[in-house]
């Protein structure tokens, strides 16, 4: 019945590369100056975004613009959730005005995995708690993808707080069903020993020398503080430790990419100057963003 | 007034009963235990093919009344315990207001002798409020009815008060149960940490988090010389620390719930409410290792933590519902699925689970069906297949992950002073 898009464990790798494949052919319409197709024309999307979202909900909305179809945004601090309605109420109300597919970010882990069982309107998850962030994971690979030639073989650091991370969770479903050796890298108290079950070909290491070693692909992620409910880990000495500098590129695969899904902050994860590395591919992923959202939207409503 | 319960296998551990025979109650007690009983006028009540064994006791249930009426009643409740084949329940003191006081005491004893269909006796709180800080007025509840102390759900972290608990416990001939959870390691958590908490990007509860607690009050129980029971038991090393207290000597028992031998997180489906419960499910060697040691003697009782929730509270993001089950209804059709069936325990071992065990802690003088004792009696089968249907439940609420089990044995009637307040 909700046939939407939850996460990316759930998908087989031809789901995967339809909607990657398709993503390509949304790329060159990006930078025409005429961007609009009226695949979606008639159809309605709800954003519902209960956590402060900048690049993923405009991301959504373009995406959705550029497809014909019509986008409305509500954040949570202006919706019914401040008048004491719970999420389910909240969801029914919104579905009974029809949108063909709700967009939803959440703070809350596996909330539209709750409402899918409860809802008949597809849902898009853009972002739940610390489990997943599918389109993120999309983008990414697409945005690997267009500088390699397969994913299979290829070794993936993804470097920072992978505990509160959907980031890293969705990146690590993904890229594992293609046969990437992924290693993941934090400080212990953000690195809890299940990950390395988490999918076939994850390793687990606190250096982060030895994540970036022979790495083709190196990923950032942002410090969550706000998901952080304790002080796990010295934010002193956090730069210092798992901050990535030039001279850590040195280590890597003399072809290696930067990535990050953002807001980047310099001087935390990053060194400003990685930011600005000719191999920082962070606003590729960006750009990215809008073409993989586009065909995960045309084939969920389309 | 009498009763004749006929021709069911009759199994009394206490008594070392296990025959084909009639029980017969006469004004309320157990007169007699023989083939071939009558008495005149006597009801009668036939268990050809059944057991017949003293009633169940479950020391451990919420009833929600007073304060929280919507989720459960006393009333409510007691007919979901005798559902259930429970003649005898124990409800902790997390009311609102929490049953630290002889007036919250005397008033769950006063409801109980007008609603409820099966012995209810209350447990009082640890402290005043259950806040951990100050102690609870724990002689005068003991007089006005409280067969235990515990703060249930707010475990007492301050080990000193813990202490002094302990030896006004022992003072006033009370056992202390607890339940152990080490706020600061479980802070947060929404279920046990490890593999799926990891993949459903949900915070853990770690398995130390009992563990450091178990250990404390060990030490404590050592100390003081008090009766200590562990709530609950979940944890391969909980079990291990408890049975070498016991086999040190020490007055320590500990009790395993159904959902905790039956289930692990492996088996939950991700961000179902109803599998969310504290202490949560552990992993699947730990849930072993509760099935080993009840096996091996360790455990005393099988107690439910029966934890209703109305469906407005467990219909939410998982990480805002609260904690908890419902389990009358199908702990005895658990235990005999997962113990007996199983070959791990015999039948008259899970009745003893039921009935001496818990009565041994609590020193309810019930749990046999010797002449003289009261008349409760829990009638049940051991092969009958029927389904769990959670909208039948005769509870207020409906959390419970078992809607649709099929069960071979359960409940069939439950006498309680010689009334038959349940039968199917």
């Known amino acids: ?302 | 007034m009498a009763l004749v319960i006929k021709n069911g296998r009759v199994i009394d551990p206490a008594s070392r009963t296990d025959r084909v025979a009639d029980v017969l109650i006469v004004d309320g007690r157990i007169a007699g235990v023989a083939p071939d009983l009558s008495s005149p006028q006597a009801r009668v009540l036939d268990a050809t093919g059944l057991i017949v064994a003293p009633g169940f006791i479950d020391m451990h249930v919420h009833l929600r009344e007073p304060g929280f009426e919507h989720a459960e009643t006393i009333e409510s409740g007691s007919r979901a315990a005798a559902a259930g084949g429970f003649a005898s329940i124990c409800c902790m003191p997390n009311t609102k207001p929490v049953n630290d006081s002889p007036t919250v005491t005397s008033y769950i004893v006063e409801r109980a002798r007008r609603k409820a269909i099966v012995n209810v006796f209350p447990i009082g709180a640890i402290t005043k409020g259950s806040a951990g800080e100050e102690l609870a007025a724990i002689g005068a509840m003991k007089e006005a009815g409280a067969v235990a102390i515990s703060d249930d759900g707010m475990p007492v972290m301050n080990s000193r008060v813990m202490r002094r608990a302990m030896e006004f416990a022992r003072s006033y001939g009370l056992p202390l149960i607890d339940h152990c959870e080490d706020l600061n390691l479980s802070a947060g958590g929404d279920m046990h940490e490890g593999a799926n908490s990891v993949r459903w990007g949900l915070r853990g509860i770690p398995a130390a988090a009992e563990d450091v607690m178990v250990a404390r009050d060990l030490l404590l129980a050592e100390l003081t010389g008090a009766r200590y029971h562990v709530a609950h038991i979940s944890t391969r090393n909980a079990v291990a620390m408890v049975d070498h207290a016991r086999r040190r000597g020490l007055s320590v028992t500990c009790e395993a719930t159904p959902h905790h031998f039956a289930l692990s997180d492996a088996q939950m489906p991700p961000y179902d409410s109803n599998y969310k419960m504290k202490p949560p499910l552990r992993s699947v060697g730990d849930a072993d290792a509760v099935t080993a040691a009840i096996a091996a003697g360790a455990v005393s009782a099988i107690a439910t933590d029966h934890a209703p929730h109305p469906g407005s509270e467990k219909m939410q993001e998982f990480e805002r519902c609260p904690f908890g089950i419902i389990g009358l209804e199908t702990a005895l059709g658990l235990a005999l699925e997962r113990l007996v069936h199983t070959g791990r325990i015999s039948l008259a071992r899970m009745i003893e689970l039921f009935t001496t065990g818990p009565d041994s802690i609590l020193r309810l003088s019930r749990g046999t069906l010797a002449s003289g004792a009261p008349g409760d009696v829990t009638v049940f089968s051991t092969d009958r297949e029927w389904t769990y249907d959670l909208n039948q439940s005769l509870s207020r609420s409906r959390n419970s992950p078992f809607d649709g089990h099929v069960f071979r044995g359960g409940p069939v009637a439950t006498v309680v002073a010689g009334e038959i307040v349940w039968s199917l």
Do not use: W
């Open chain 1, 1 to 302: 019945m909700n046939a939407g898009l939850l996460g990316i464990e759930e998908l087989d790798r031809a789901e995967i590369e339809a909607i990657l494949t398709r993503a390509r052919d949304f790329q060159p319409l990006q930078s025409q100056s005429l961007k609009k197709l009226d695949t979606l024309r008639g159809k309605m999307i709800v954003n519902l975004f209960y956590e402060a979202s900048t690049r993923t909900r405009t991301s959504f909305e373009i995406a959705a613009k550029r497809l014909s179809a019509d986008a409305v945004s509500i954040t949570a601090s202006g919706s019914s959730v401040t008048k004491g309605e719970s999420l389910v109420d909240t969801l029914n109300t919104l579905a009974a005005m029809r949108p063909d597919a709700i967009v939803m970010r959440h703070a809350a882990s596996g909330a539209p995995h709750f409402l899918a069982r409860h809802l008949p309107t597809p849902i898009i998850n853009a972002g739940d708690g610390a489990h997943e962030h599918p389109t993120q994971a999309l983008l990414d690979a697409r945005t690997i993808l267009d500088r390699r030639s397969t994913l299979e073989g290829l070794r993936v650091a993804i470097i920072g707080d992978i505990a509160h991370s959907r980031v890293a969770r969705s990146n690590v479903h993904l890229l594992s069903k293609f046969g990437a050796r992924i290693v993941l890298c934090g400080p212990a108290s953000l690195l809890p020993v299940e990950l390395a079950q988490l999918a076939p070909g994850v390793t687990l290491t606190t250096d982060i020398r030895e994540a970036i070693r022979d790495a083709d692909v190196i990923m950032m992620l942002r410090v969550q503080l706000e998901r952080q409910h304790e002080a796990a880990f010295p934010a002193s000495e956090y730069f210092r430790f798992y901050g990535l500098r030039l001279e850590h590129l040195d280590l890597a695969r003399p072809d290696a990419i930067v990535m990050h899904p953002g807001p980047i902050n310099r001087g935390r994860e990053l060194s400003s100057e990685v930011a600005d590395f000719q191999r920082s591919v962070i606003l590729n992923q960006v750009e990215n963003g809008v073409a993989v959202r586009m065909a995960v939207l045309e084939r969920v409503i389309g």
